[in-house]
């Protein structure tokens, strides 16, 4: 349950929702999304011991869509931004200063489900000191998705890449900068075990100014089965013959 539940066909906007804490180990959270829209809202120190903002699963199927809204300086244990258990459409969207506990899954996006949509967002300034590893945006489980006309800019992890893609899921990059975010494990971490892989496509990106290892660290003994699938951008670190930049 959330302290807002936005269902199907319904629209919270305009909105401020602030200072909200929970410390008890429970299922709530400041907003649920079920098949509604939230719209030109900002969600801000709120703290929670589960996560934040959580679009769910309507009968359909489909989750719905958060737009023109900022997600900033809230704590979840899980995630501090969004969590999309479900399909989800996210847009021009902000998402600042979020944080998670060292057992949390990601700062800023949480992605769980298949078929989510990020287009028009910042996620940017999230920062994460601690050295246990916690990512800004993690796509797990089957969860590949499609983020266009977006900047991921200025986060910073310990000992895991801001960008973390694993379990079978392709996740692709359109028209979007990743820069000048800093890891031990540069920006985007491709991994798994057996088959279940996550793979990577970049179209007309730019990856620049990202410190360690640049485009991709992997942890998986198997990562030659990930693939990278890299066509016109900008990625200054790549080595000179690169055979996935074309």
Avoid: M
Avoid at 6 to 25: C, H, M, P
Avoid at 32 to 60: D, E, F, K, M, W
Avoid at 72 to 88: I, P
Avoid at 231 to 240: L, S, T, V
């Amino acid at each position: 349950a959330g302290v807002v539940h936005v269902g199907r066909k319904a629209l919270f906007t305009d909105s401020l929702v602030f200072g909200i804490t929970n410390r008890q180990w429970d299922a709530s959270k400041v907003i649920t999304l079920s098949a509604g829209t939230l719209r030109r809202c900002r969600i801000s120190q709120n703290y929670l011991l589960t996560c934040v903002v959580q679009p769910v699963a309507h009968v359909s199927g489909d989750a719905g869509t958060i737009e023109d809204c900022e997600i900033s300086d809230n704590y979840g244990y899980r995630c501090g931004g969004v969590d999309c258990s479900a399909k989800c459409n996210l847009r021009n969207t902000l998402i600042t200063r979020c944080q998670a506990s060292p057992n949390g899954y990601a700062l800023a996006l949480w992605l769980e489900k298949d078929g989510c949509a990020v287009s028009g967002c910042r996620i940017v300034g999230n920062v994460w000191d601690s050295s246990k590893g916690v990512t800004v945006i993690s796509c797990s489980g089957w969860a590949s998705a499609a983020f266009e006309n977006c900047l991921i800019a200025g986060n910073r992890t310990y000992d895991v890449a801001p960008i973390s893609i694993g379990g079978n899921n392709t996740v692709t990059f359109t028209n979007t900068t990743i820069a000048d975010n800093e890891s031990k494990c540069g920006s985007i971490s491709c991994f798994g075990t057996g088959t279940s892989i996550g793979n990577l496509v970049l179209v007309n990106t730019i990856i620049s100014g990202n410190t360690a290892s640049g485009l991709v660290q992997t942890f998986n003994p198997l990562s030659e089965k990930t693939t990278y699938d890299i066509r016109h951008c900008d990625y200054p670190e790549a080595p000179a013959g690169d055979p996935n930049r074309n």
